[in-house]
């Protein structure tokens, strides 16, 4: 962790062991959590609608605004429930992972002030099956605070593990997953804050949203806003990763450029290679070229410029690469995880990463380009979640930015750049550049 | 020792008394005692959750992490998602190919390890990410697998 304000997610953790109690404490820890209680729940509410701080799970919806969808125990008798969504999955995202295993302390302070807002004593962490590490440091920290009674008061923490599936990030996934069923999507309304874990109004919030709270509450929600673009305020923590000298976590304001944290703070591409592009959210944000260097890290500013900010993965593909092969990697990868339930997705992202393959092969007709793009519109928007979307969307956009690239594999019936392409390893030497007394029939 | 059941009936009370949700929890104790989810290991923990083992069957078959034939005494996955690959994620898997001399997806002669390609674990700064027995190492190496390999079946 560098940064050249001082962190507020992950402040503390190089100085100090966090995962203790005793430090954390020490570090001024948990005297937030005194601070919300000592206010009623819509003080707290109020709080957060004036930080408008932005959910972190890659949606940006207003914390505040989505606290006070919860309905008041006038409106729905209780019990109500927080859900935090740890199913971390989207490939370049690993925020949450340091968090969860650096900061667990500040995690579950916010966790308890969250509660007290929405007035529930019952706290559910879905966090993803692979996380053992981070599941056993949070389950460590709770454990510290069984003799601290006062802290936790009469709310329970229960940490619920996934057992591997993407699908689960996905919000009304997860609580079918929670709920003891398999993690399929459902169609909206209901919405988790009128029937979600339990069938009960639950509020789901990302970690890194959770682990925000108590800065905001200690600095005031003025000060923590300040530190961001006008529309985004605060820190972010950014994961980068790819062809990158640093790769890792860094926790900027979002007023600040992509040239600052791929350049500045993580050292630039390696090897005196060049920047091809750039992935600026996780693997479901569409791709951008070199430009992105100039753009804000901000939701609006990506937005603006075709991408997204998601999950906030940054991913850096130096010029070695080829993009048939990341397109077609980015494919598979969704179509591995679709869950199966609605016929675009299931079928669509098959249908793309088998394409794909054929044009990196050099084996596809050069109609099959578009028919790539075709399928992705069939896929997009067609279903009751958006894992198809996050699969057309980098396809697409790979496609549209880098078109020459697939007409050349088309064209050329082989892949130009598999003598240097990084991904090469995954895609071994197209059938028709073998000689040919290799191929066996199939 | 408390048994399968205990357990089971540990995970239970901390949902409400209507919900399925200890099912996930429960299928994960029953494959840490037993490696996996045989047919009566299913019949095991539906009778401890009063559910049929079809439910339970079908929970088990959608996630990756549950097994429903039988692996190694470890689990070697290898990240070779796009942030893992392009740093050499597939030659690390195939150190391991070599080194355990099966395939990903298969489990070495002797019984040892069973070897998989997994999709992204969320350690993408830390590449190649290699999860053994769940439990990540990071910035792993073809060159580093031969040990981890020795590590795991005992140098044979």
């Known amino acids: 962790m560098a940064s050249s304000v001082e962190p507020i997610v992950l402040g503390g953790a190089d100085d100090r062991d966090l995962t203790k109690l005793t430090d954390y404490e020490a570090a001024g820890g948990y005297a937030a959590l005194a601070k919300a209680r000592a206010m009623t729940p819509e003080a707290v509410t109020e709080e957060l609608l004036t930080s408008e701080l932005r959910g972190r799970g890659g949606a940006f919806f207003a914390t505040g605004r989505k606290w006070s969808f919860v309905p008041s125990k006038d409106q729905i008798p209780k019990p109500h429930y927080l859900v935090v969504n740890a199913d971390e999955s989207e490939p370049g995202s690993f925020k949450d992972n340091e968090i969860l295993s650096r900061v667990p302390h500040r995690f579950i302070e916010g966790c308890l002030i969250t509660a007290h807002a929405i007035d529930s004593k019952h706290v559910f962490v879905y966090i993803r099956g692979e996380y053992s590490g981070p599941y056993e440091i949070l389950v460590g920290a709770l454990e510290q605070l069984r003799s601290r009674r006062e802290i936790l008061g009469d709310v329970t923490i229960v940490v619920h593990r996934g057992a591997g599936a993407y699908i689960c990030g996905e919000e009304t996934a997860l609580l079918a997953s929670l709920n003891g069923f398999r993690g399929q999507p459902s169609a909206k309304p209901p919405f988790p804050a009128v029937s979600g874990a339990f069938e009960r109004p639950t509020l789901l919030n990302n970690v890194e949203t959770i682990a925000t709270i108590p800065a905001i509450l200690r600095r005031g929600p003025e000060d923590y806003k300040a530190l961001g673009t006008e529309q985004s305020g605060g820190t972010h923590v950014m994961s980068i990763s790819g062809h990158i000298l640093r790769p890792g976590n860094y926790e900027m304001p979002m007023s600040r450029t992509m040239r600052h944290l791929i350049e500045d703070l993580a050292g630039g591409v390696p090897g005196g290679r060049a920047l091809k592009a750039v992935i600026p959210g996780g693997a479901s944000s569409p791709i951008l070229g070199p430009e992105a260097l100039d753009i804000l890290c901000a939701p609006e500013a990506l937005a603006a410029a075709g991408s997204m900010a998601g999950s906030a993965g940054v991913m850096v593909i130096d010029d070695t690469t080829c993009i048939v092969q990341l397109a077609l990697r980015t494919a598979a990868f969704y179509a591995h995880e679709s869950c199966g339930k609605c016929t675009p997705c299931r079928e669509g992202t098959r249908w793309i990463t088998d394409t794909l393959q054929r044009i990196e092969e050099g084996i596809a007709a050069p109609a099959e380009i578009d028919l790539v793009l075709e399928i992705c519109d069939n896929v997009e928007g067609k279903c009751l979640c958006p894992l198809g979307d996050a699969c057309a969307m980098p396809v697409r956009s790979m496609i549209k930015r880098f078109r020459e690239e697939f007409d050349q594999h088309v064209e050329l019936g082989y892949c130009p750049l598999h003598e240097t392409s990084s991904l090469s390893s995954l895609y071994p030497q197209p059938r028709s550049l073998l000689p040919l007394a290799t191929v066996s029939p199939s | ?156």
């Not at chain 2, 045989?38 to 097994?67: G, M, N």
């Open chain 2, 1 to 156: 020792m408390s048994t399968l059941y205990d357990l089971i009936q540990a995970e239970r009370a901390k949902y409400p008394e209507d919900s399925e949700s200890a099912v996930l929890p429960a299928l994960r104790l029953a494959q840490e005692e037993h490696g996996w989810l045989s047919p009566d290991v299913l019949r095991e923990v539906a009778d401890a959750l009063d559910v049929t083992p079809a439910f339970c069957k079908s929970i088990a078959s959608f996630y990756d992490q549950l097994h429903l034939a039988p692996t190694g005494e470890h689990l070697v996955e290898v990240c070779t998602n796009v942030s893992c690959a392009v740093v050499g994620a597939q030659q690390v898997l195939e150190a391991f190919e070599s080194g355990l001399g099966c395939h990903a997806g298969e489990t070495s002669a002797d019984g040892k390890v069973t070897l998989r390609a997994v999709e992204c674990l969320g350690g993408c700064g830390w590449a190649t990410i290699v999860a053994i027995d769940d439990h990540y190492r990071t910035h792993v190496n073809a060159d580093d697998v031969p040990a981890i390999v020795e590590e795991l079946t005992g140098g044979q």
